[in-house]
């Protein structure tokens, strides 16, 4: 069996009569990738902000690296690389500079920051920026400098909040390409994002949480599977034609059907039959596409359309 790290039993966060994290279970094993998923106030940064053991459960079993979080907190940060939303860095020092600092924190040796500083910079493809200052960098960089930042320390386990926020398509698979390189040499990545597709590239396993609480575990594909069907039809009709072809494909006993503002999504089992059936019923939409079902439908199936503030 795989080694955990972490464990996770009725783990439960208050704030007052709030309850941002309500009864949650979950295992995390060495050298994988495992994620976590939500709408906003899901109770996905306080669950980070307790694996970062930087706020203590209010009830429940938690243990990481073997450690209680609370009494051995500071043992267990020793063993963490932290990448925040926003990018902490001193715009004031240089890229190497930069980790040099950081590396004191840990008590490490300027020898070893050193040898560990060239090794980082040249993973994360800034080795000829090192003497630059940070503040002129584009965001991308900023970003692989704070994954090298975090781990000057060598951590057992990387845990990144929302790791490519704010970055171009070219700067994410950058960055998606160091962390799969990492999971690769066996560091262990607990990580946060809002983007589907960035969650069914890197994790090996994830949660959905709603409400504080976990509405789904598993693989992604093992989700998709689950909860969606292989593919999606997304068609489009004109206004006037709406409300009649709503109701004329409801009697074609669509397996789900799902209605947005401009279009209307229907899940079948093979999307390009359904659509023939469609077109048989004598509908003409105005686009049509067909693709297969994502992460993305997922997760609107379990947490909803609705925006939560």
């Not at 160091?178 to 969650?199: N, P």
Request: aromatic share 6%.
């Amino acid at each position: 069996m795989p080694e955990v790290l972490v464990r996770a039993r009725s783990l439960t966060k208050r704030f007052g009569g709030f309850t941002a994290v309500d009864g949650i279970d979950f295992d995390l094993f060495r050298g994988e990738a495992f994620g976590f998923l939500g709408p906003n106030g899901a109770g996905k940064s306080s669950t980070m902000r307790m694996l970062g053991c930087v706020s203590p459960p209010t009830l429940g079993d938690l243990t990481i690296l073997g450690g209680d979080p609370v009494k051995d907190g500071a043992a267990i940060r020793a063993r963490l690389g932290v990448v925040p939303q926003e990018d902490t860095l001193d715009n004031e020092l240089s890229v190497r500079e930069n980790l040099l600092v950081y590396g004191r924190y840990f008590g490490l040796s300027r020898r070893l920051i050193d040898e560990r500083t060239a090794a980082l910079l040249d993973f994360v493809q800034l080795s000829d920026r090192a003497g630059d200052q940070v503040e002129p960098l584009s965001g991308g960089m900023k970003r692989r400098l704070t994954i090298a930042r975090s781990l000057i320390n060598e951590p057992d386990i990387l845990i990144l909040d929302e790791p490519t926020t704010g970055l171009d398509p070219q700067a994410r698979h950058v960055v998606w390409d160091r962390l799969f390189r990492l999971k690769q040499r066996g560091v262990t990545l607990i990580l946060t994002t809002h983007y589907m597709d960035e969650a069914e590239q890197l994790c090996d396993r994830l949660v959905v949480m709603d409400h504080g609480k976990i509405a789904a575990e598993g693989a992604p594909r093992e989700l998709i599977d689950r909860f969606s069907t292989p593919e999606v039809l997304e068609l489009r009709f004109a206004p006037e034609q709406q409300e009649e072809a709503v109701q004329r494909i409801k009697d074609l006993s669509p397996e789900r059907m799902e209605l947005t503002a401009d279009r209307m999504l229907l899940y079948a089992a093979d999307g390009d039959q359904f659509l023939a059936r469609v077109r048989q019923a004598g509908l003409d939409p105005v686009t049509e596409l067909v693709r297969r079902s994502s992460l993305e439908d997922v997760f609107l199936y379990l947490t909803g359309r609705t925006l939560v503030d």
